[in-house]
């Protein structure tokens, strides 16, 4: 059995609380999550990213953060 675990887009906008991303992320921010969420996301995200390098993680995770118009903190 494989488990699928969630985008990572559909992560970081739960743990921001909003329900979708910023239609225009460069000027509206729609949300914010903070560095420990972040690291949280990461960790989990790890397997799919292809990498063994948490601090890696965290940028690609950060830039799909900024690409959804979300904030990390």
């Known amino acids: 059995i494989i488990l699928h675990q969630p985008q990572a887009s559909q992560l970081i906008k739960k743990a921001a609380g ?3 991303g910023s239609g225009n992320p460069s ?27 948490i601090e890696q993680a965290m940028k690609t995770i950060e830039g799909t953060a900024k690409s959804l118009g979300i904030t990390v903190e």
């Not at 729609?30 to 420990?36: E, F, N, Q």
């Open 27 to 53: 000027k509206t921010n729609v949300g914010k999550i903070s560095k420990a969420q972040l690291r949280q996301i990461a960790e989990q995200k790890m397997q799919d990213l292809n990498t063994q390098d």
């Open 18 to 20: 909003v329900e979708k």
